[in-house]
Every structure is written in C-alpha cells, then in structure tokens.
C-alpha cells in the first residue's frame, strides 16, 4: 500500500532514476519498496537509542548493519579500538541561590567539584583575567559540530593557559539546546560542560556579578571498546569502496540514519547487480572522536588508493528537514535542510552537478582537497584516494538529545539515494 508520504515521493524519484538502465530502475511498485526499505532502516537505527561510541546503541547498531549485509552477500569483519566511556553522562553548576544548571559533559571527560568565582566571556570580546576562575563562556551563533573549529580552539587554549577551574560552555545554535562537540579522544580539555542557551540566563546573570558558583562533573569511567563494521564482496571487477559513520552525539537520526540506509541500500543493490565488481564496505565508530574509526580503518582494512576505482562517503546529513527559524519556535518545512555539502575529487564536479541538479545544497559539487573537506572525508582525501566524492552536514538539531526521525526528510531520501546510484554508475563507466 503507497502511503501519502510515498506518494508525494514517487514521482521526483522516479524522474532521478531516468538515467538507470532497465534492470535496475525495476516498475513502480519496485521504487515504492526502494522507498519503504530506507525509511524503515532510518526508524530501525533510531529504535537503538543513543549511538555513543561503544555504547548498546552502537553495538546493536553493528549487528543489525553486520546481518544486512551478510544476508545480502557480503564477507564481514570487525575492527576494534578503544574510545572514551559515554552514556550521555550530564554534570551540574550550583550557583549561590540554589539555582542549578545541568548540561552534558563534553568529552573526554575530566572529573570537577570545584567551587570558583564565574567569569563571563563571549565570543565578541577579548578574553577577560581567567586564572582559577569558573568559566561561563557564551558561544557565537552557528550550528556547532567540533572543539577543533577555530572558536572552540581559542576558547580551549585560553582556558588551558589560565588553568581555569572549568568551562560552563553556552552553545548558541538554531534549537536553543546543548550540543556535543566533537573531539579527539586524547584533547586536553578543562573539565567543561555545554549547556543550552534557553536555561543559561540564571548564569550569565552570575557570571556577569562574578558570583562564585559550584561546577561538578564526576569521574570518568574506563575506556571501552568500540568497532567498525568491515564487509567485502571480492570481484575481478572495479573496486569501489563506500562508508559511513554509524555512531555519534546520541540518537543521530537525521545525522547518520539516512547515510547509513543509502549505505545498505548500495551495498545490496551492487551486491546483486554488479557480479564482478570488488565491493569494500565499512560502517565506522569513533566518529566523536574526530573520525578515530575512519583513522583505525585507513591505517588497517582499507584497500590502496591506486587499486581504487571510486570511494563513496556518506557522511552527515544527507536528508535532514528544513525548518523555518521563528525565534525559539522551528517549522518544519517540505523541503530538505540545504547546508549539506556535496565534494568531489577533480574531474567529477561535471557530472556531480548533473545527477544532482536541483537537489538543495548538493547541486553544487564543490572540488574538495583535505584541506577543505570535512569529517572523514578529510580522512579519505588526505590519505591520497583520487577518486572520490561524499556528503557532509550538519542538520539544525545535529549532536543535540532530539534528533530524531521526524527530523528525517524521507521524500528528500528517495531521490538523493536514487542520484547517488546514477553518480556512481556514471563515473565508474568512465573509469
């Protein structure tokens, strides 16, 4: 049965897949089970919960990802490291009324119970005398993703140089909540909290009277283990290599499920109609950790960049909702969130533009370099692949606790994974 939601969707993808050859465009009805089949893995991914490196979520998540594939062909292994213990563990600033502010304790976590004068600091100003001093800092306005951002570097070197006794991090962004930032997972941060602009007008009161407040984060638990998900099916043919993040700031649903349903659904589409082609997948962890899954896999488990024909990265919001900023009310809109960046390696960008040509924020194929990409398509560029293309973003509720999949464009998913087959297809003929 087409649902109203398919059926607003079948006629944009059936038009993506024009340029499909018979065999794999398949009748309507074919499309329809395209359709349902990426929704449905959005909804499973999010069904784990929270998706912390490590975490329940991330070890269900390997193992629903792990029989997919399997069942669809494919050889599959895991790759192990450690990451940092996280669970989503929350920490606290006591102010003298009694009033308390909790918020998320960035990682990697270092254990405070501390008592010290707050100190106001925003992004506008100069930094204020910050020697032992509890940290109230008020963040520019931007939808926060990283620690290694030229902000938060600024922040995190000051506050390193005064040896404050904690940061109390405001992240201004387009929901009013806290938002996670990644991180390698051996920074040297000072214990620190985010916390949401909504609740922090109590504090930045205090912080602006310079009242002494109390900052408690407990210790951090033993690391952990955490994989990536490793699949091949080997062939004479072209080898092509496609990955993804599967953990991240919490449920993710917008930030990683639609990458990870394109991701399943390539893999078994290629498993099945591309008999000679050597198929490489891999679902990494560690993606809060500044790409520590994708670093582990391109230093052990990925094949040479000169026997690859083509890698594919589907990165962070490939299909997020669009919404229309109102003050602190967000209305979402039936087109999908533009800030999701298409890169390709030189000598793509034609053709990228075509298979993606009216499709928000990707129809612009940017010629990236390591220099100028992101997340782990940084990682694959700089480590020398030729052949490359991959999507990154972030979505308005990215790394916050309400990403879920109403934040899903699911019409938009349909036809972007239909472009992605057509892009692929299209380079590898020419390669």
Request: a negative charge.
């Amino acid at each position: 049965m087409i649902n109203r939601r398919h059926a607003l969707l079948l006629p944009a993808a059936l038009g993506a897949c024009a340029g499909l050859p018979a065999a794999r465009t398949g009748p309507e009805e074919s499309l329809e089970r395209d359709a349902s089949a990426l929704e449905r893995a959005v909804v499973t991914y999010a069904s784990f919960g929270s998706h912390y490196s490590g975490s329940a979520g991330d070890l269900a998540t390997t193992d629903w990802m792990e029989g997919e594939l399997s069942t669809a062909g494919y050889e599959t292994r895991r790759q192990t490291f450690e990451v940092p213990a996280c669970d989503g563990e929350t920490g606290t600033v006591l102010l003298p009324d009694g009033t308390q502010i909790s918020g998320p304790v960035q990682m990697p976590a270092r254990a405070a119970e501390a008592e010290a004068e707050l100190v106001y600091w925003n992004t506008d100003t100069p930094p204020p005398a910050l020697t032992g001093k509890l940290l109230v800092y008020d963040a520019g306005f931007r939808r926060h993703s990283s620690l290694m951002s030229t902000e938060w570097q600024r922040v995190l070197k000051t506050s390193r140089e005064a040896q404050v006794a904690g940061v109390a991090a405001i992240t201004n962004g387009p929901t009013r909540l806290a938002i996670r930032l990644n991180t390698p997972a051996d920074g040297d941060i000072a214990p620190m909290l985010t916390l949401a602009p909504r609740e922090a007008g109590a504090l930045r009161a205090a912080a602006t009277r310079g009242d002494t407040a109390r900052l408690s984060i407990a210790p951090a638990r033993p690391g952990r283990l955490a994989d990536n998900l490793i699949a091949r099916r080997t062939g004479p043919g072209a080898r092509i290599v496609i990955s993804t993040p599967k953990s991240g700031w919490g449920i993710c649903a917008s930030e990683r499920g639609p990458g990870i349903a394109i991701f399943l659904e390539l893999g078994r589409r290629f498993a099945s109609t591309w008999p000679t082609a050597d198929i490489h997948l891999v679902a990494t962890s560690g993606h809060e950790y500044e790409s520590l899954g994708a670093h582990r896999f391109l230093e052990s488990g990925a094949p040479a960049p000169m026997d690859t024909a083509l890698w594919v990265h589907l990165g962070a919001n490939l299909s997020g909702v669009d919404f229309h900023d109102l003050g602190p009310t967000l209305l979402p809109l039936p087109s999908p969130d533009p800030q999701r960046y298409l890169g390709v390696t030189e000598g793509i960008e034609g053709v990228a533009r075509e298979m993606f040509r009216g499709r928000p924020g990707l129809e612009a194929a940017y010629v990236m370099t390591a220099e100028n990409a992101a997340g782990e398509l940084r990682e694959i560029l700089g480590a020398g692949y030729a052949s490359a293309f991959g999507v990154f973003g972030a979505g308005r509720f990215h790394h916050t606790d309400q990403d879920t999949p109403d934040k899903v464009d699911m019409r938009e998913l349909a036809t972007t994974n239909a472009s992605f087959l057509r892009l692929i297809e299209r380079v590898l003929s020419k390669a």
